[in-house]
């Protein structure tokens, strides 16, 4: 009888830093959701990439969300995950400047 063999929280790690290297945001939260489901513990690390990616996919609301979940497990994110998320808001605020823009009128 073959027996399911099932991936370690190390194991779904390992690809969670591949994708995020690789800059694939969306597939970096799938797995995230996974280990979830799978009753894994993300530890602090492998959320950390995911704000990272998130953040470098201009996925500023995931970003945020991701930090606030961290604090919510008494993660402490690093400096580089808190300046990744800040880097995606600021650079939605300057897309967002830049489409809002109002004619002044010059008088």
């Known amino acids: 009888e073959a027996r399911r063999l099932r991936p370690s929280a190390r194991q779904y790690a390992q690809a969670v830093a591949a994708?995020?290297?690789?800059?694939?945001w969306a597939e970096v939260l799938g797995l995230l959701h996974k280990?979830?489901?799978?009753?894994?513990?993300?530890?602090a690390g492998v959320h950390e990439l995911a704000?990272?990616?998130?953040?470098?996919g201009r996925q500023w609301e995931q970003?945020?969300?991701?930090?606030?979940?961290?604090?919510e497990l008494e993660f402490d994110p690093s400096p580089a995950?808190?300046?990744?998320?800040?880097?995606?808001?600021?650079?939605?605020?300057?897309?967002w400047e830049?489409?809002?823009?109002?004619?002044t009128s010059q008088g």
């Open 19 to 24: 994708c995020a290297s690789a800059s694939k």
């Open 35 to 43: 280990m979830q489901d799978k009753k894994l513990k993300p530890d």
């Open 51 to 56: 704000v990272v990616a998130c953040a470098e």
């Open 63 to 71: 970003a945020v969300s991701l930090l606030r979940h961290m604090q």
């Open 81 to 95: 995950a808190y300046n990744a998320a800040v880097g995606a808001c600021s650079a939605h605020l300057k897309a």
């Open 98 to 103: 830049k489409w809002h823009r109002f004619p």
